[in-house]
């Protein structure tokens, strides 16, 4: 059974800081991976999205990668801004399914 | 280009109550799922609708339907509510012949409280 865990749950930096989101799955047979911000009381918009072939993906100030054999993906955010400020969801879709299982968030703050 | 658009965004049901929410998916998207978000956690996979058939159905007790219109639209249905239903309910549309290429878009969501 496909799990998803992320550590931390909560995160609280001074802006401008380089951090890391981590996110872990237990079967490595997955489609892809996508990582979301969530706002308070808001749905999903999607950040990045890595297919299983793929190693790495980079929007602006985000960055992602995957390591499959691991069951392990990490969220990149350089010079961190208080807009930033959001739960971040990574979540998969294991192959031979159509739904995407989803970690419990990671909370940041960033603090001007 | 629209996105996922759910209706209504909030709304407050008494227990034993029936709701509907809808949604309607991305231009170009046939493919409809949806999700219940408990406060502090992640989605949870209800089911997911493809050429107005249930394709997939996740660990949901039969007190919630759903329905894909000829449209690509979607109903999910929620019979004899209880306080644990209160969430918010979270549409994702796809495109089926684009496999898993382009993920999913979800909507905003709509916000259920049961009383």
């Known amino acids: 059974k496909q799990e998803v865990t992320q550590i931390p749950a909560a995160l609280s930096v001074p802006e401008g800081e380089n951090l890391v989101l981590n996110c872990s799955f237990t079967?490595?047979?997955?489609?892809?991976l996508q990582w979301f911000r969530q706002d308070p009381g808001k749905g999903l918009t999607s950040l990045l999205l890595i297919q299983s072939s793929q190693r790495e993906q980079t929007s602006g100030r985000l960055n992602a990668s995957l390591d499959k054999s691991s069951g392990r993906s990490t969220l990149y955010i350089a010079a961190s801004q208080p807009g930033d400020s959001a739960t971040y969801l990574c979540?998969?879709?294991?192959?031979?399914?159509?739904?995407?299982?989803f970690g419990t968030g990671t909370r940041l703050k960033v603090l001007a | 280009d629209a996105g996922v658009t759910q209706s209504p965004t909030h709304l407050i049901k008494t227990r034993g109550q029936q709701v509907t929410l809808r949604c309607s998916p991305k231009s170009g998207h046939d493919t409809v799922s949806w999700y219940q978000q408990a406060l502090g956690q992640g989605p949870q996979f209800i089911f997911q609708?493809?050429?107005?058939?249930?394709?997939q159905r996740g660990n949901f007790p039969d007190r919630f339907s759903g329905h894909q219109f000829p449209n690509y639209s979607s109903e999910l249905n929620v019979n004899a509510l209880l306080l644990g239903d209160s969430a918010l309910y979270l549409c994702?549309?796809?495109?089926?012949?684009?496999?898993?290429?382009?993920?999913?878009?979800f909507g905003s969501g709509t916000r259920l409280t049961v009383v």
């Open positions: 979540a998969v879709i294991a192959s031979g399914t159509y739904k995407y299982i």
């Open positions: 609708y493809y050429e107005e058939e249930e394709r």
């Open positions: 994702a549309s796809s495109l089926v012949t684009a496999g898993y290429y382009y993920g999913y878009t």
């Open positions: 079967d490595s047979a997955i489609y892809n």
